[in-house]
């Protein structure tokens, strides 16, 4: 999904899907519809209702193109895995564009998209302000940016670090990483002073994902965590309580 930057070798690949049924590994054959929905109701609430050219990156195989495609006049999906973005275009055909590259070199033009997001790709990267740096400068003034990150202050995290199960601190604002996973978690306010310093202006914040538990569903299905998910999203926003942040950013007009 991301790829080390030629220009500066510390940009270490965390997670290559090339050649990785990504779609049915990890959504289709892991009990993951809950997450799949809440995503959806995610972005449906966020991304503008009509769009020129936008942009999905990090987008894979295309898991959420039927959230956008139909807003967009023209939808690309951009990602490492050449994998994954031929599966793209075979479900898409020529209702989406594709292309393959580095997320901290971005293949596009400046001011290219007057819309982005990216979606479930932030726990991959190292150096986040670089990311930012580069999502800001393909986007048009006055366009629209919908980020989910993969939040280190959960209730989960907290319990661990309390008990002495973790020594990751949930409430430092520096990026954790979990090397058994090869994954990073970044903190709300940390993340936030990222999109402010780079210019970005937070127009609306969602918690998302906020019962993503095997036990809880479990114990009240999918239909029931989704309608619970549908009022925890706005309401717990304040609080940034869930595994999943989303974020709604414009770059001002100029």
């Given at each position: 999904?991301?790829?080390?930057?030629?220009?500066?070798?510390?940009?270490?690949?965390?997670?290559?899907?090339?050649?990785?049924?990504?779609?049915?590994?990890?959504?289709?054959?892991?009990?993951?519809?809950?997450?799949?929905?809440?995503?959806?109701?995610?972005?449906?609430?966020?991304?503008?209702?009509?769009?020129?050219?936008?942009?999905?990156?990090?987008?894979?195989?295309?898991?959420?193109?039927?959230?956008?495609?139909?807003?967009a006049k023209k939808s690309t999906i951009f990602?490492?895995?050449?994998?994954?973005?031929?599966?793209?275009?075979?479900?898409?055909?020529?209702?989406?564009?594709?292309?393959?590259?580095?997320?901290?070199?971005?293949?596009?033009?400046?001011?290219?998209?007057?819309?982005?997001?990216?979606?479930?790709?932030?726990?991959?990267?190292?150096?986040?302000?670089?990311?930012?740096?580069?999502?800001?400068?393909?986007?048009?003034?006055?366009?629209?940016?919908?980020?989910?990150?993969?939040s280190k202050k959960t209730l989960p995290k907290?319990?661990?670090?309390?008990?002495?199960?973790?020594?990751?601190?949930?409430?430092?604002?520096?990026?954790?990483?979990?090397?058994?996973?090869?994954?990073?978690?970044?903190?709300?306010?940390?993340?936030e002073s990222l999109f402010k310093n780079q210019?970005?202006?937070?127009?609306?914040?969602?918690?998302?994902?906020?019962?993503?538990?095997?036990?809880?569903?479990?114990?009240?299905?999918?239909?029931?965590?989704?309608?619970?998910?549908?009022?925890?999203?706005?309401?717990?926003?304040?609080?940034?309580?869930?595994?999943?942040?989303?974020?709604?950013?414009?770059?001002?007009?100029?």
């Amino acid at each position: 999904m991301v790829s080390m930057s030629d220009k500066n070798p510390d940009h270490k690949i965390i997670a290559d899907y090339n050649g990785y049924d990504y779609k049915k590994e990890f959504w289709d054959n892991s009990g993951r519809e809950y997450e799949d929905l809440a995503d959806r109701m995610a972005i449906r609430k966020l991304l503008p209702d009509a769009m020129e050219n936008f942009v999905d990156i990090a987008g894979g195989y295309g898991r959420l193109a039927d959230e956008y495609i139909s807003r967009a006049k023209k939808s690309t999906i951009f990602d490492y895995s050449k994998t994954e973005l031929a599966d793209a275009k075979k479900t898409y055909g020529d209702r989406i564009n594709t292309k393959a590259g580095d997320i901290y070199a971005l293949p596009f033009k400046d001011e290219e998209f007057d819309s982005l997001m990216m979606i479930r790709a932030t726990h991959h990267f190292k150096d986040m302000p670089k990311v930012i740096e580069e999502l800001y400068r393909i986007l048009k003034p006055g366009g629209v940016a919908v980020i989910e990150v993969a939040s280190k202050k959960t209730l989960p995290k907290m319990m661990r670090y309390w008990f002495k199960k973790s020594d990751i601190n949930p409430f430092d604002r520096k990026p954790s990483y979990l090397k058994e996973l090869e994954m990073y978690n970044y903190h709300p306010k940390y993340m936030e002073s990222l999109f402010k310093n780079q210019g970005f202006k937070i127009l609306r914040v969602l918690s998302v994902s906020n019962f993503r538990s095997a036990k809880l569903k479990k114990l009240f299905g999918v239909k029931n965590l989704t309608r619970m998910e549908k009022v925890a999203q706005p309401l717990l926003a304040p609080i940034r309580f869930a595994p999943s942040i989303y974020y709604k950013l414009e770059k001002p007009a100029k």
